[in-house]
């Protein structure tokens, strides 16, 4: 169709390349991108139920139009779901689907689906082919693209797990119409981040139309999806396994991840939350260590404010640790190496860089003044 204003960003990864489609009525049109990979017609879609009750009919409706069948497994919505138990189970529905090395298995969710299927796909027969079809803001700026897949440990999230890019990702925008607006705007904490991390102007634009975004504006939202898309492939093609600049990815993460910690992993803080709540963090600690302007961290704050989002340690309900406890579960990040905290920092909006080089007494300092304005 050339009258929908959908984009298409390649991922231009050698042999795992593969384009990311932003638009409406994909679903609708996923027979016709998706059968150019099928060697056979029919495929087999894991989701949650949720998203099931919801789109999976959608899904039906446009890979029949292509002929293709679809068997479809439906997991609990919720990040437990990531374990090793809904692992085996989806993995094990795959075989008795008799899904091949040769097929095709649909990731149709948010980012537990996508990481939960695509570890499915990575390591079923020793690695099958699969499409990401993300149905949350989060899931079509960051989690479906990149390849990052795999489940949670009880000792942490996302421990096992595995690269393994998918071949097409459908950003349908139209789905975006069903999130709760608290899903939609903890999305657009990793909508954010782009501009924060690597592009002022994209931070500019947001600063004048996400508001619009978040109210429906299509357009504005094709452009936020595609752009950041755009933004997360130029890092992956760079360093795929992060060994480098993918970890710019991390902006705000690792203020993130230890609030997630404390916060039981519940709905006390969505991811997205934690990530808007760590720039701007990430941010504070960035002008106390003289690394950019005093006004920086404010023009970031507010900007997240207008958009009504949590932003400071008082927006989370109930009691928080103190700050030596919150500096020890930054301590039990991934991205630490050989002991040492590693912290996105920026010397501006758009200018963020990776270092290991940042007082302990700093990070404690950010945190106790943040934890005081409870
Ligand atoms: N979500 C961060 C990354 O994909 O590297």
Known sequence: MTDTPEKIVHVPLGARAYDVHVGPGLLARSGALIAPLLRRPRVAVVTDETVGALHLDALRGGLDAQGITMTALA???GEATKCWAQLERTTEWLLDQQIERGDIVIAFGGGVIGDLVGFAAAILRRGVR??????????QVDSSVGGKTGINSPRGKNLIGAFHQPSLVLADTDVLQ????????AGYGEVVKYGLLGDAAFFDWLEAHAPGMAGGDLSARIHAVAHSVGMKSAIVVRDETEQGDRALLNLGHTFCHALEAATGYSGRLLHGEGVAIGCALAFE????LGLCAQETPSRVRAHLKNMKMKVDLSDIEGELPDAETLLALMGQDKKVQDGQLRFILARGIGEAFITSDVPRAAVL??????LALR
């Open 75 to 77: 997991l609990p919505p």
């Open 130 to 139: 699969f499409v990401q079809i993300p149905t949350s803001l989060l899931a």
């Open 178 to 185: 069903t999130l709760k607006k608290r899903d939609f705007l």
């Open 285 to 288: 600690l960035s002008a106390r």
């Open 365 to 370: 300092g950010v945190l106790q003044d943040a």
